[in-house]
């Protein structure tokens, strides 16, 4: 497409070009010129912001003004800005004699005309060679004097010789003189050149104001012999430096306004002009306004024009000269310099000029608007296009989050652009603002500040920049699958190619990357990965990818590294970066396939490094990673069952996280018991550490080892007698004598709970097939170890064990501790076990013999007693044994076990067999329920119809204290009809009158 342009040049306001309707300030200009009083300077001011149209206006009105034949008037314009490096007055005369085609006569002329005369000084010239000799015969001859004894002698003589050469050589000129005139002259001139200076210099003679204003005068005569005003127009002021402004203001005012026929015109920017007056005088906007006002005689301002008129400007202006801009562009300019109409014309040449860049017109017809905005952006605000090059996306950036990265550069103006024009941008793609921003047909839609992180390997900044948004991300992906397929094509796999992969492989532990994405990246790194895994100094990052992928279903790297880690570990000793990247993919990969697949090259590191197990991993991971080989591979290699071994510590470290076979575990004890064949001559210390680290060994053992005849070998090592040998005869067995380990603990009350450890962990292995009742009946024999050995019992029970084969000492136990009932509940609750009848019944007569003498644990007693109780058989034994108390012991227990004894009596007549137990009887009517009740009445009124019993009835009846009405009668009825001697009439009268009360309660 054709881009035409415009030439920006001041013209006749028409019809036809008056798109402003600024002729009404040629026309009232003109007015103005006319009607000034005649005789007298008038100064006019037309004011106007720059590019308003002042130079149009002028020339409109010299146009108009010049062409009548009514009032005959002559313009002459002077460009301050133009002479603005020259003298004002001398440029003023001689611009203005040329615009009116006033020729100066000679006294004129010579006013402002350079003059050239010569100029002629007295000054003495001494050639170079002749000031060399006058410096160099004074420093010989003080050298000489200095020097050469001779000399110093002689000194007299030399001057007086010195003196006889200069007068020598005066009276030879002399002669010469005479003889040859020539030569004197010659000489002389010499002389003369040396102390006489003649030069030609070029001066203005224009030295006084006087003189100035007297050659204003001259031309203003010359030129308005025939004309009613001569109209000097002086243009951009307001563009000149101030001390050049002001000093031309001044002239006018005190030279040039003396002539009445000479009219005044300034066109200025009033603002910028003020501004010159403030820093030229240090005064303020007061003093600014008030010069001016003393200056001029009148103003013509041009009003600021509206959005509209702009608008309609620049259409007409896009109308006229064919630009063919949209009505977008055409608002977005109109906006952007509404009081401007010249920066609106330099703006659709410049944006013609930009639009030619682009060879496509549909692409420039398309984003001609944004380009516009761009273009503006450059020229209004460079810094912020600066930056916008770089990174495209501020074009649509909130003011916050912009300042955030790049605090200073946003401003009003700047936010007000922005906000005005987000419209043009904010639905546009990236690409093509990209695109614009570079000019460039293939472009690359990254910016160029994200493509130097992505060099720089800055992951942050990347991180950053896409901040979650897809399209970013897209053009980030892109941009990075790119340089690897290019670099995979030139077989260039090296820095660049892995940065890019590093960069990748982030955002997918980001969950960045689609699946597409990463198929996308297979389909170049796939066949190189082997290449890749060699590059690289670290896989960790490469291989978390892997586990990332995994989840895609692409396991692709995986399997690679795998194969390739076989035939790393194939040799002896592979390199320490095959045993990082091992490690690493252990830390890394959590499924249980891809760690079994590992465990034969975790088994060769270890033997290269026993230090290589982590203590940090997962039981979940070592029980993949451990299997029987590394099992056989540290129980071979032990040497002593020691902490400082790190073979022992590694096995206990595993089997705390990884149960082994019943074969491995078999291997273990089997190889303790080649270590530790017997004890013979072994002191109590050795044994105990030896115990303490078996017993770390078997604590995290749970193998069914019933039918290990390792672990009873084991159980029989400790338990068994061992021969300490006589010092006297160390080789004599008939002096050995023979000492066992678990007396010797217990005897010193010392390490009892490690022996307790060790003897339970035999039980709970062997699932009670190892006998270890004679260590705990040993134990229960000392008393302050029961406590101990109850907690043990609580550990198996808690664990699911069967513990009836212990019940028998179980039930020995007086403690009476939480556990201590614990453990006695699982006897009384337990049908089939080891312990009598007699000896339960015995238990439970202690109990209730201690709860009668108020021991400190009766009320867990009674908490016991009553949880045994739902034991039928337990419950008859305790009822037997209850009602066989007396009144004040059955009144201590709970209600509870009362009413289980009361029930157990009142069971069809059996009331009847504890008649004679007065005291219970009383238990029955002090707590006994309204049942329990009718059946002691039934008793009461027996007792009643039989004198010998009246004493233990009414003691009976006074202990009641619930009964029913009917149950009430039948006793008052005995009462009152029985003869009752043993107390008064009105003894019986208040039990009666009591029982009623209760029955009516």
């Not at 501020?394 to 401003?411: A, C, R, Y």
């Not at 309204?930 to 119809?945: C, N, R």
Request: charged share 25%; proline share 2%.
């Amino acid at each position: 497409m054709k881009r035409n342009f415009i030439v920006d040049q001041e013209i006749q306001l028409l019809k036809s070009t008056d798109f402003l309707n600024t002729k009404v300030y040629a026309d009232t200009l003109s007015k103005m010129i006319i009607n000034t009083p005649k005789g007298s300077p008038f100064t006019i001011g037309l004011f106007g912001e720059w590019g308003s149209g002042k130079s149009s206006i002028i020339k409109t009105t010299k146009e108009s003004l010049e062409g009548s034949q009514t009032f005959k008037t002559k313009f002459a314009l002077f460009d301050a800005w133009k002479y603005s490096e020259d003298a004002f007055r001398r440029s003023f005369i001689i611009s203005l004699s040329k615009e009116l085609n006033v020729e100066l006569n000679k006294r004129e002329y010579n006013l402002y005309a350079n003059h050239v005369q010569q100029i002629e000084e007295f000054k003495i010239t001494i050639p170079r060679w002749l000031k060399v000799i006058g410096v160099t015969i004074p420093i010989i001859l003080i050298v000489c004097y200095i020097a050469v004894p001779w000399v110093k002698a002689n000194v007299l003589s030399l001057v007086s010789l010195l003196t006889l050469y200069i007068f020598s050589s005066a009276v030879f000129l002399s002669l010469k003189k005479i003889i040859d005139k020539d030569l004197l002259t010659k000489a002389l001139s010499f002389v003369q050149s040396l102390i006489h200076t003649k030069y030609n210099e070029e001066r203005p003679l224009m030295f006084s104001p006087e003189q100035f204003s007297r050659a204003f005068d001259y031309i203003v005569e010359k030129s308005t012999t025939d004309i009613d005003k001569l109209v000097i127009v002086i243009d951009n002021i307001d563009r000149c430096e101030k001390h050049y402004a002001t000093e031309l203001l001044s002239t006018i005012k005190g030279f040039l306004e003396s002539n009445g026929k000479v009219l005044f015109i300034l066109p200025v920017d009033e603002t910028s002009l003020k501004r010159h007056l403030r820093e030229a005088f240090k005064a303020d906007d007061r003093e600014a306004d008030e010069f001016l006002r003393k200056f001029f005689n009148t103003t013509l301002k041009i009003k600021p024009y509206q959005t509209a008129e702009i608008y309609v400007f620049a259409k007409e202006v896009n109308k006229k000269f064919a630009l063919n801009f949209s009505d977008y562009t055409l608002d977005l300019v109109s906006k952007e310099y509404a009081s401007n109409p010249r920066r609106i014309i330099q703006m659709f040449n410049n944006l013609s000029a930009e639009l030619e860049c682009y060879p496509d017109d549909t692409f420039t017809k398309q984003y001609e608007t944004l380009i516009c905005k761009l273009l503006i952006a450059r020229e209004e605000f460079p810094r912020y296009y600066t930056l916008l090059s770089k990174n495209p996306y501020l074009i649509n950036m909130d003011e916050g989050i912009f300042n955030n990265l790049h605090p200073g550069i946003w401003n009003k103006s700047l936010g007000n652009f922005l906000r005005k024009t987000s419209v043009i941008s904010e639905t546009v793609d990236i690409k093509i603002i990209s695109q614009i921003l570079s000019n460039s047909i293939v472009f690359n839609a990254l910016p160029s500040e994200i493509e130097g992180y992505i060099n720089n390997l800055e992951i942050d900044e990347i991180n950053k920049f896409i901040n979650g948004d897809t399209e970013k991300l897209s053009i980030v992906t892109d941009y990075l699958i790119q340089q690897l397929d290019t670099y995979k094509e030139r077989n260039l796999i090296g820095n660049v190619f892995i940065n890019s992969l590093d960069i990748l492989m982030f955002l997918e532990s980001e969950k960045l990357l689609s699946r597409t994405i990463n198929m996308r990246i297979e389909e170049i790194i796939k066949s190189s990965l082997n290449e890749i895994f060699e590059l690289k100094k670290d896989l960790s990052d490469i291989l978390t990818y892997a586990v990332n992928i995994q989840e895609q279903g692409r396991s692709y790297i995986t399997g690679n590294f795998l194969l390739m880690l076989d035939g790393k570990f194939e040799i002896e000793k592979p390199l320490q970066k095959w045993l990082d990247a091992l490690e690493s993919a252990i830390k890394i990969y959590q499924d249980e396939k891809t760690l079994m697949r590992l465990a034969d090259n975790f088994k060769k590191a270890y033997e290269i490094s026993p230090g290589y197990l982590d203590r940090n991993w997962s039981s979940e991971k070592i029980a993949s990673l451990v299997n029987d080989n590394l099992y056989e591979f540290i129980i071979q290699n032990l040497t002593t069952l020691s902490n400082e071994d790190t073979y022992f510590s590694d096995l206990k470290f595993i089997l705390e996280h990884h149960q082994p076979s019943e074969k491995i575990t078999k291997s273990a004890l089997n190889q303790v018991n080649q270590l530790y064949p017997d004890f013979t001559n072994k002191d109590v210390p050795e044994i105990t550490t030896v115990i303490e680290n078996i017993n770390s060994l078997l604590s995290v053992l749970n193998t069914d080892l019933s039918s290990s005849n390792e672990l009873r070998s084991i159980s029989n090592l400790i338990s068994s007698s061992r021969a300490i040998h006589n010092p006297t005869y160390p080789n004599h067995r008939q002096y050995d004598t023979m000492h066992n380990y678990v007396s010797e603990t217990i005897s010193a009350q010392s390490d009892i709970d490690l022996l307790l450890r060790f003897y339970f962990n035999i039980y709970r292995l062997s699932l009670g097939q190892i006998d270890i009742l004679p260590f705990l009946n040993q134990v229960v024999a000392v008393m302050i170890y029961q406590e101990q050995l109850n907690n043990k019992l609580i550990e198996l029970i808690n664990s699911k064990h069967d513990i009836k084969p212990l019940f028998g000492v179980i039930i020995k136990d007086s403690s009476y501790t939480d556990n201590s009932f614990k453990l006695l509940e699982a006897v009384f609750t337990e049908t089939a076990n080891s312990v009598t009848d007699e000896q339960k019944d015995g238990k439970l007569i202690e109990i209730l013999n201690l709860i009668e003498n108020n021991d400190g644990h009766k009320e867990a007693m009674i908490n016991f007693l009553e949880t045994i109780s739902s034991n039928d058989k337990t419950k008859d034994s305790l009822s037997a044994l209850i009602s066989a108390k007396n009144k004040a012991s059955i009144l201590k227990l709970s209600k509870k076990l009362q009413s289980l004894a009361i029930d157990k009596v009142l069971d069809g007549e059996r009331i009847f067999d504890f008649s004679n137990n007065i005291d219970f009887l009383k238990v029955i009517a002090e707590t006994g329920s309204k049942s329990h009740i009718a059946k002691l009445v039934k008793d009461i009124i027996s007792k009643l119809q039989h004198k010998d019993q009246h004493s233990n009835a009414i003691s009976i009846i006074r202990e009641i204290k619930n009964i029913s009405k009917t149950e009430s009668n039948r006793i008052i009825h005995e009462l009152e009809n029985q003869s009752i001697e043993s107390i008064s009439k009105e003894e019986i009268n208040e039990i009666i009158n009591n029982l009623k009360a209760i029955a009516k309660a």
